[in-house]
């Protein structure tokens, strides 16, 4: 593994980047395999509730809000598009998960808000969550995923 590490901050330094960029490279592949396999594993982990990782989040991007969303509002929680987060409200709201509100603020655009299946819904998914992650974290120090979560932080920060 570690050839392989130096064979890549080899390369991303020959590419002009300090070294520091060179191994924020590195990090930010990481970060997209990881995300990928986190994709495949939410969706095997919520298939047998009929969601997948991105209808999901949609979920998960509501009720941990106060208030009703619009699909804007959502998309900016979740760091996706509107129009994929459209696309997964109307799915949504066609199954019973979601219903759209007329909003006072936009003709156009609605407020989505949980119904109490969609409440359901995502309760299971979590309850299936807690375990599937409480499981990959053994063996992990707190330390080790304090730092890691504060570099991400730290990186979404410096993005947004």
């Given at each position: 593994?570690?050839?392989?590490?130096?064979?890549?901050?080899?390369?991303?330094?020959?590419?002009?980047h300090t070294s520091e960029?060179?191994?924020?490279?590195?990090i930010i592949l990481d970060i997209f395999k990881l995300n990928g396999l986190l994709v495949q594993e939410g969706d095997k982990l919520v298939k047998e509730l009929g969601l997948t990782s991105a209808r999901w989040k949609v979920l998960g991007a509501l009720s941990s809000s106060e208030t009703s969303l619009t699909v804007s509002g959502i998309?900016?929680?979740?760091?996706?598009?509107?129009?994929?987060v459209q696309r997964l409200a109307n799915?949504?709201?066609?199954?019973?998960?979601?219903v759209g509100l007329d909003n006072p603020n936009n003709k156009k655009a609605k407020l989505y808000s949980l119904t109490n299946d969609g409440t359901d819904a995502f309760t299971q998914a979590m309850k299936k969550q807690s375990l599937w992650v409480n499981d990959i974290a053994r063996g992990m120090s707190e330390t080790e995923l304090n730092s890691a979560s504060t570099l991400l932080r730290e990186l979404t920060l410096k993005l947004e």
């Open positions: 593994m570690e050839i392989n590490l130096t064979k890549k901050l080899r390369l991303s330094i020959a590419m002009n960029g060179a191994l924020l490279t590195n998309a900016r929680k979740m760091g996706q598009s509107r129009q994929s799915d949504l709201a066609d199954e019973g998960l979601l």
